[in-house]
């Protein structure tokens, strides 16, 4: 089981940045990926970056040049570095954990709560 905690939203001018933060708990496989994913207003959730144990990373073509994750391996924290943001960023942004590997027979997803981020004049 994993729980996460999500920090670091808020309110920004466009242009402005933000870094968010996802604090992992529990115990779950070795072998992950853990993520950001948004859903903005009338939108469909969508993955925004992801990250591996091994910390390959991988990015959304929208944020691509503007976003960096990082994983800092001895707090268990995935950080989310959102640069030159846009109205079209305005969403809230919600933490994944999601098993590569069965553990105990299982493959395990867990999600945060989210963190609202608002980019607007």
């Known amino acids: 089981q994993v729980q996460l905690v999500e920090s670091g939203g808020g309110s920004v001018q466009p242009g402005g940045s933000l870094r968010l933060s996802c604090a992992a708990s529990?115990?779950?496989?070795?072998?992950?990926?853990m993520g950001w994913y948004r859903q903005g207003p009338g939108n469909q959730r969508e993955l925004v970056a992801s990250?591996?144990?091994?910390?390959?990373?991988h990015y959304s073509d929208s944020v691509e040049g503007r976003f960096t994750i990082s994983r800092d391996k001895s707090t268990n924290t995935v950080y989310l570095q959102m640069n030159n943001l846009e109205p079209e960023d305005t969403a809230v942004y919600l933490c994944n954990w999601r098993d590569l590997i069965s553990v105990r027979g299982r493959r395990g997803e867990y999600w945060g709560q989210g963190t609202r981020v608002t980019v607007s004049s």
């Open positions: 990250i591996t144990n091994l910390g390959t990373p």
């Open positions: 529990g115990s779950s496989a070795a072998v992950n990926t």
